[in-house]
């Protein structure tokens, strides 16, 4: 199904025209682009890009674009052959998270050997890279506008600093023993590593992934046993896997808590505080700080 969240691309429009996957990356095009583009994702609120199909509109959409934008490593696996599509009609195709971090600083995946996780906008650090090179990009294509380009890269740089500032205070307080951030899937593995914790998702990397009665009984047994306080849902899965798990859990005699919804593939619906890249790190950050500083959840 697709999803329209954000403005379309309108006939005689001299913007740059820019198609994304995600709205994470919308997001991300939106904040370096400004007013010298015209953004359209193609995923919107609650859409997992590990399940996306691409639609007749999806491709006559891309096909109209100046560039598409996506994150790559996978993530979008349904969609590879669109993409090689794309290339071969003489549209711009990025892969933004390939093209702008190195694979020293990539996580492997455990699962699917020669494969990396995708989800690097975790790391703010990683994320920076792809705001740096995604302005190159629209650099490259409309050079008239370069300037603006970097100005606003350099802009948004220094705002995401400020946040990581402020993730690392926020989560400064967190017990050490406290510190295993349980998910639906394996999406946090680079919060995990840049900000300090442990990530135990129930699926892999990829949604895809399938589970079984082990997964749900060693996931729980570790909770348990650790005594880790709670385990948070995410927007883009279904919540019936980490429902599963506590269910697990209070069969053996300890009381773990759902401790909120985090955002993980998607971001949340506009104008709302995790509707925006730098948001949705902010309201992440805030749940796992309050479920697992206190051992409150909700």
Known sequence: MLVCCSEPVRTGDAR???????????????????????????????????????????????????????????????????????????TATIALAERSVPDSLLRESELFQGNYDPHV???????????????????????????????????????MDSVEASVRSELRNVPIEHRVIVTSHDAFGYYGRAYGFEVRGLQGISTAAET?????????????????????????????????????????????RI??????????EPGTRAGTYLGMILHNTAEIAKALSYGGGS
Do not use: C
């Not at 975790?122 to 302005?135: H, M």
């Not at 919804?261 to 949340?268: C, S, V």
């Open 212 to 256: 079984g009665t082990a997964d749900v009984q060693n996931l729980a047994e570790l909770v348990a046993a650790r005594r880790i306080p709670a385990m948070f849902v995410e927007s883009s899965v279904s919540p019936r896997g980490i429902e599963a798990v506590r269910e697990a859990v209070l069969a053996r005699g300890f009381d773990v």
């Open 121 to 159: 906008w975790f790391d703010i650090g990683l994320w920076r890279r792809a705001a740096i090179e995604l302005a190159t990009v629209f650099r490259s294509m409309r050079p008239a506008d370069g300037e603006a380009f970097r100005s606003h890269a350099l802009h948004y740089v220094a705002r």
């Open 16 to 90: 740059l025209r820019v198609v994304t996957t995600t709205n994470i990356l919308a997001d991300l095009a939106r904040n370096i682009g400004g007013d010298r583009i015209s953004v359209y994702a193609l995923m919107g609120p609650g859409v997992d890009p590990h399940l996306f199909k691409a639609s007749a509109r999806d491709v006559t959409r891309m096909a109209e674009a100046d560039v598409i934008v996506y994150n790559g490593f996978f993530l979008e696996g349904k969609m590879n052959d669109v993409f090689g599509e794309m290339r071969e009609r003489g």
């Open 259 to 268: 401790g909120g919804t985090l955002y993980g593939d998607a971001l949340a």
